[in-house]
């Protein structure tokens, strides 16, 4: 199993911007899709975003897509989002995650990821 860190979260107004930063240990790393989650206070943990191994296909979640962007730096073991624009309702734990390596479909579900960090708290005030 990889071993998962997050970083970046914090508060910030609506509108505005962070990019969260998942720090992975462990050499299949580049062989492994990675993704985000987010769990907003009493509602399930829900999907973000996920990416390739090589950081050319990705998959969105319709209700953040065209404000967030998730990226990978495989020589850097490290995978990215960006997040824009960032509304109240994007309020949440946000968590890195990773699929056994050599899967190569970009899923975009809880259970198709075995390694999970302990996430980082993202709040948008108005």
């Known amino acids: 199993q990889v071993h998962l860190v997050e970083s970046g979260g914090g508060l910030v107004q609506t509108g505005g911007s962070l990019r969260l930063s998942c720090a992975a240990s462990g050499r299949t790393f580049r062989n492994s899709v990675m993704g985000w989650f987010r769990q907003a206070p009493g509602k399930e943990r829900e999907f973000v975003a996920a990416i390739s191994w090589s950081g050319e296909r990705t998959n969105v979640a319709d209700s953040v897509k065209g404000r967030f962007t998730i990226s990978r730096d495989n020589a850097k073991n490290t995978v990215l989002l960006q997040m824009d624009d960032l509304k109240d309702e994007d309020t949440a734990v946000y968590y890195c995650?990773?699929?056994?390596?050599?899967?190569?479909?970009?899923?975009?579900?809880?259970?198709?990821?075995?390694?999970w960090g302990q996430g980082t708290q993202v709040t948008v005030s108005s």
């Open positions: 995650a990773a699929r056994s390596p050599y899967l190569t479909e970009i899923a975009g579900t809880e259970k198709a990821f075995s390694s």
